[in-house]
């Protein structure tokens, strides 16, 4: 009996953390499936029961237009997460090969990019996606490439400064005497952990990034009326606050718990990479 007792393993997660994955979870499947929990179609407009307050039949109330709120919020964490998700996605990407090639080739090459960077990185994240955005209209594929490109050298310095220390280790100049071909080196030694803070980075960009693209729809700058969107949602309630303080609230609130349940999870990822315990 005490050999089975010592084979257990107790998981031991703490409660920040374990709410935020279970939050996320439930996210993650109003993103994928609204329609599994949305009680209302979210552009369905009814004037008769407009600006009513949270009830039984609508649990959230309902918009200046009649509109289900709780549909609304469930439908727009899919325009929120999208967005976001693939804001940092471009980031990681643009970053890492950035950052691979500047480690790898240094030099001229190796400026040019550092130049590049710091110009890039003199702007605040959304003061750089505005100025984006000014030039290529507001859309939501504009504002992905916006939030992306301001995102991009968070990645590429982390991912270069681990290229250059890796690539001048003593088990990868030993893998090039031994004649190893230079793209099989670089795939198999020196990519894996380059990259290897990335995932935490990310993790912690994507409540930033999530903020970002929530601030820019409140200016008008993402999605358009109609779309069940947060950011756009705020932007469309903030007016009603006296008399229906309920339309800008709730998605205020999924906006907050969403990057406050992304930022518990990056931050026990990264203090894990670093063998520390929260």
Same mark, same amino acid.
């Given at each position: 009996? =005490?050999?089975?007792? =010592? ?9 920040? #953390?374990?709410?935020?994955? #279970? ?16 009680? /209302? ?14 009830? $039984?039949?609508? $649990?959230?109330? +309902?918009?200046?237009?009649?509109? /289900? ?6 439908y *727009? =964490? ?15 990407? *643009?970053?890492?090969?950035?950052? #691979? ?16 960077? /710091? ?8 003061? @750089?996606?505005?100025m984006?955005?000014?030039?290529? !209209?507001?859309?939501?594929?504009? @504002? ?6 301001a =995102? ?22 030993q893998?090039?005497?031994?004649? #190893?071909? $230079? ?24 409540? %930033? ?11 008008g ?24 303080w309920? %339309?800008?609230?709730?998605? !205020?609130?999924?906006? %907050?718990? %969403?990057?406050?349940?992304v930022? +518990?999870?990056?931050?026990? $990822?990264?203090?894990?990479?670093? !063998?520390?315990?929260?």
């Amino acid at each position: 009996m =005490s050999d089975i007792a =010592s084979l257990r393993v107790p998981l031991r997660l703490p409660v920040g #953390l374990l709410l935020s994955l #279970l939050f996320l979870t439930v996210l993650m499947l109003a993103a994928c499936f609204p329609g599994w929990l949305a009680p /209302d179609d979210p552009l369905l407009a009814d004037p008769v029961n407009a600006m009513q307050a949270p009830s $039984w039949q609508h $649990w959230l109330g +309902t918009d200046q237009l009649g509109r /289900d709120l709780l549909s609304r919020v469930i439908y *727009g =964490s899919r325009y929120s997460l999208l967005i976001s998700v693939a804001a940092m996605m471009l980031a990681v990407l *643009g970053g890492c090969l950035l950052g #691979l090639l500047a480690g790898l080739a240094r030099g001229v090459l190796d400026e040019a990019i550092g130049r590049t960077l /710091d110009v890039i990185s003199a702007f605040p994240d959304l003061l @750089l996606a505005l100025m984006l955005i000014a030039f290529t !209209g507001p859309g939501t594929t504009n @504002l992905i490439i916006a939030l992306g490109v301001a =995102s991009v050298p968070r990645f590429a310095r982390v991912v270069r400064a681990q290229t250059f220390m890796v690539a001048r280790s003593g088990y990868v100049e030993q893998a090039r005497t031994f004649g #190893l071909p $230079w793209r099989v080196l670089v795939w198999r030694h020196v990519l894996p952990h380059a990259i290897a803070q990335v995932p935490a980075l990310a993790t912690l960009g994507l409540g %930033t990034a999530i903020i970002g693209t929530a601030g820019l729809s409140f200016l008008g700058m993402g999605p358009q009326p109609p779309t069940a969107e947060w950011g756009l949602m705020l932007a469309e309630g903030r007016n009603y606050l006296r008399n229906a303080w309920w %339309t800008g609230v709730w998605p !205020g609130v999924a906006i %907050t718990l %969403t990057v406050v349940a992304v930022n +518990t999870l990056g931050r026990h $990822w990264q203090a894990h990479f670093e !063998g520390k315990r929260l």
